[in-house]
């Protein structure tokens, strides 16, 4: 049992320490970001900068250990919502730093983003573990 939970702890530190980067990326260089928001929402600072907010909260939901198991929980529904842009990327063939990507990088992408939705689901299984004894 300690070995799961020193698990969980481990791939929350590291998911959240990567959403914490991120997220800050966002503020740092919004405009690397913004060709990826979809140009049917408009505003891609905005959108940009809301999702860095969204990031930062999830890095730190993730790393606290009081709040770890629900962002566990945020940090999987974020990586959905936010998949619509790196979908949008792939569709469109939209260019970041100035190229594109073959597909086989954009199914690279995706595959990290459903092992990171189960890593986040994982460690969401700690509020399971700790309500039933």
Request: with cysteine; aromatic share 12%; glycine share 10%.
């Amino acid at each position: 049992m300690e070995l799961l939970v020193l698990g969980r702890t481990m791939m929350a530190l590291a998911l959240g320490g990567a959403f914490l980067w991120i997220g800050v990326q966002h503020f740092v260089d919004p405009v690397w970001f913004e060709p990826i928001v979809p140009k049917v929402l408009g505003a891609p600072r905005f959108w940009v900068l809301a999702s860095g907010v969204a990031e930062v909260a999830v890095g730190l939901a993730l790393i606290l250990p009081a709040t770890r198991a629900y962002g566990g929980f945020a940090c999987a529904v974020l990586l959905v919502v936010l998949y619509w842009a790196n979908l949008y990327m792939w569709v469109e063939n939209v260019p970041l730093d100035g190229k594109t990507y073959a597909n086989v990088w954009h199914v690279v992408r995706m595959l990290i983003q459903l092992a990171a939705i189960a890593a986040s689901l994982f460690i969401a299984g700690e509020l399971r573990s700790t309500s039933n004894g």
